[in-house]
């Protein structure tokens, strides 16, 4: 019953040219990298099989650093979860969530992607095998080992970088070639994120709300087994005491 519904496609589109963060974000030039190719435009998310596959469609592909994938220009993160979700900190992109938390968190480079899983207990998270991706057109297509299901998602976008530690380059208000400027230094990281309404107070108020499904269904499914169980109970009690009678 949980399969049957849950597995459903869901689809967001996301505004075009908006690229910039707060919109006063200024890309680095050396390599040139282009807004397009950090554009978030859709999102899909369904089930496949044991897992999930997501497809994040770009303004355009590009590959300033020559990755072997094909892609190189942007940090692709895809947090997934629901109101009852573990983890509230969008890791370390200097953005909380809005309206539930975090289970599973995909990091989509050209040079190699990740998938952890928040822990129960608290902690660090857990790695878990590293989702599948190719490129598909202007989309990245990515096959990853989350169960089946419908989530919330928080989706962004990010300059990719070799020169740090996670490939992820952050906002500095000192301008150069290599660069990412931002108008203050506790900027989010993201150049985009995926929200519909195109609403900038993400980057104002440091919080993401997320797009999909906020409500955990498996516990809208067991409310209602349970209602459904006590229903039968009072019936079959019934009929007992009428055949008693």
Same mark, same amino acid.
């Given at each position: 019953m949980l399969t049957l519904l849950t597995a459903a496609l869901l689809s967001f589109a996301d505004p075009a040219g908006d690229a910039r963060g707060d919109g006063g974000y200024v890309l680095p030039t050396r390599p040139a990298i282009s807004a397009d190719a950090l554009d978030l435009r859709s999102f899909q998310a369904e089930p496949r099989g044991t897992g999930m596959r997501f497809v994040v469609g770009l303004g355009r592909i590009e590959n300033p650093w020559n990755?072997?994938? @094909?892609?190189?220009? @942007?940090?692709?993160?895809?947090?997934? @979860?629901?109101?009852?979700?573990?983890?509230?900190?969008?890791? !370390?992109?200097?953005?909380?969530?809005?309206?539930?938390?975090?289970? *599973?968190?995909?990091?989509?480079?050209?040079?190699?992607?990740?998938?952890?899983?928040?822990?129960?207990?608290?902690?660090?998270?857990?790695?878990?095998?590293?989702?599948?991706?190719?490129?598909? @057109?202007?989309?990245?297509?990515? !096959?990853?080992?989350?169960?089946?299901g419908r989530y919330a998602y928080w989706v962004t976008s990010s300059v990719y970088s070799p020169l740090t530690r996670d490939g992820v380059l952050r906002p500095v208000t000192t301008p150069g070639p290599t660069s990412l400027e931002a108008g203050r230094a506790d900027a989010p990281v993201p150049v !985009?994120?995926?929200?519909?309404?195109? !609403?900038?107070?993400? *980057?104002?108020?440091?919080?993401?709300p997320p797009v999909g499904q906020t409500r955990d269904i498996r516990i809208l499914v067991l409310v209602a087994l349970g209602g459904l169980g006590l229903l039968l109970v009072i019936a079959a009690t019934v009929t007992i005491w009428r055949w008693g009678a």
């Open positions: 990755a072997p994938s @094909g892609f190189s220009a @942007g940090v692709t993160d895809i947090f997934v @979860g629901s109101s009852l979700g573990k983890q509230r900190t969008l890791d !370390d992109l200097r953005l909380k969530t809005a309206g539930g938390g975090w289970d *599973y968190h995909l990091r989509i480079t050209g040079f190699g992607s990740t998938l952890e899983r928040a822990p129960d207990g608290g902690g660090a998270a857990l790695p878990l095998p590293a989702p599948e991706v190719h490129v598909e @057109g202007s989309n990245l297509v990515i !096959d990853a080992a989350v169960p089946p !985009d994120v995926l929200l519909p309404t195109g !609403d900038p107070a993400p *980057y104002t108020q440091g919080t993401l």
